[in-house]
């Protein structure tokens, strides 16, 4: 890791830097969901969750299905399906160990987004498992959200990163493809060909 000289430690550094956020941003911080997150996240497609594991060890992961998949049971409680995968399920091991999460909702075309903070637990209650269902198969696990807090989050880094402006996407010349990568690794696959087909087959027959 590169050597750095000015370096902020203390939150007294940091503020006189940034300064303090307007009353009206601390003010839009809410303990629970109301009807315009309601609203936001019964039309996301996507979230990303963040967790961390007892020694604060941190992990991001994304999740994606149908626009609404995730379940507002209340407005302090979210479920979330968890549809196959790698079955490296690092989130589920670090809410083991520390249940505070935090979850950011997008919708595709919509600038701003939706910050959730709070607690979770992984569940397997089968009513709630059979809600979810898709192609007549339920998730294995869903995690449930307790809200402790609710917000919006604003439009910049949106507009800074042209996210959604096909226009301004970068080129993805020169992109390994995933099976180029996972080749390049070289666990235990000898032939390119042979990664391909499993890709295909995991972004077809696999998704549920």
């Given at each position: ?126 009513p709630l498992r059979q809600s979810m269902s898709i192609r007549g198969k339920l998730p294995k696990l869903v995690l449930v959200v307790n809200v402790e807090e609710a917000f ?57």
């Amino acid at each position: 890791m590169p050597e750095f000289e000015d370096i902020i430690t203390t939150r007294e550094e940091l503020r006189e830097i940034v300064g303090e956020p307007i009353q009206r941003v601390k003010e839009k911080v809410m303990p629970a969901l109301d009807r315009h997150c309601r609203n936001f996240i019964e039309r996301s497609p996507f979230v990303i969750i963040s967790t961390s594991d007892g020694d604060g060890d941190g992990d991001v992961s994304p999740k994606g299905d149908p626009a609404g998949f995730v379940k507002i049971l209340d407005n302090n409680t979210l479920a979330i399906p968890d549809r196959p995968g790698n079955r490296r399920v690092d989130g589920f091991e670090n809410i083991l160990q520390n249940p505070s999460v935090g979850l950011l909702f997008l919708i595709p075309g919509r600038n701003e987004s939706v910050r959730v903070n709070g607690t979770a637990m992984i569940v397997r209650d089968e009513p709630l498992r059979q809600s979810m269902s898709i192609r007549g198969k339920l998730p294995k696990l869903v995690l449930v959200v307790n809200v402790e807090e609710a917000f919006f989050h604003c439009s910049r880094c949106m507009i800074r990163s042209g996210l959604w402006e096909p226009d301004n996407w970068p080129s993805q010349d020169g992109l390994a493809s995933m099976s180029e990568v996972m080749f390049d690794i070289g666990k235990g696959i000898d032939k390119l060909e042979d990664i391909q087909t499993l890709i295909r087959e995991s972004e077809t027959d696999k998704l549920y």
